[in-house]
């Protein structure tokens, strides 16, 4: 019998191929009962991987967002249990909305008594399901294809804001600095990393080296890297300026 995990992978495999997914169906295919394949795509339409239509379940239309949750996904995965594994009640945590940090409230809605600031309306969604968890949504304007929230109003409200830990994903870690490629993305990493008094960063492997646009901090800001993979030139790099790397198997 499949886990969780390995189902709702299935799922999102048939509705990458554009069909329509039907509970019957998919509970036939997938040795589950109804019951669970409802919650497994009530659980893909919340984290916005596919929509919920009656009796069953189709695709969004995808955008780069959507198409980063399907890239990478064992290592994202394997990336997040590790940070979420070393979270306690009382953390304070600010998360910018990305692939990575996404499949991370996932994990964080099994975790209990955390304080949860984003911008993400997916991450706090599932992050508020945890047992006692606290969660700000911050808000401003509204942009769909990341259901999240962007521009001044956001940047300010950080600012009055003030948590343990910034736990952000980048499109790019070199040995200059984290960077981003998306301008208002990167104005709200860069608020969260001034208001908190750790930086985490979650990047998998693809990411290593990758050249950026905009900077976010430079590499001896950054605490703590979770990745799947980093070359050794760039890791001797962050043991240099005294970043902790972490690496994780998927």
Partial sequence: MMNAEARRDAILSRARSGARLEVEDLALTLGASRETIRRDLARLDRAGLLRRVHGGAQAVQEGPFHQRMHEAVTAKRAIARH??????????????????????????????GLIVITNSADIAALCHR???????????????????????????QIGQLRAARAVLTVASVTERGIHDIDPAEAEVARAMILRADRVTVLADGSKMGRAGVFELAPLSAVHDIVTDHMPDPLRRAAEVVGTRVDIVNP
């Fill in 130 to 156: 945890g047992e006692g968890n606290r969660v700000i949504l911050l808000g401003g304007e509204f942009r769909a294809e990341g259901r999240e929230t962007l521009g001044p109003l956001v940047v300010a």
């Fill in 83 to 112: 940070l979420a594994a070393g979270l306690r009640p009382g953390d304070s945590l600010f998360l910018d909305t990305g692939s990575t940090t996404l499949y991370l409230a996932e994990e964080l809605s099994r975790c209990k």
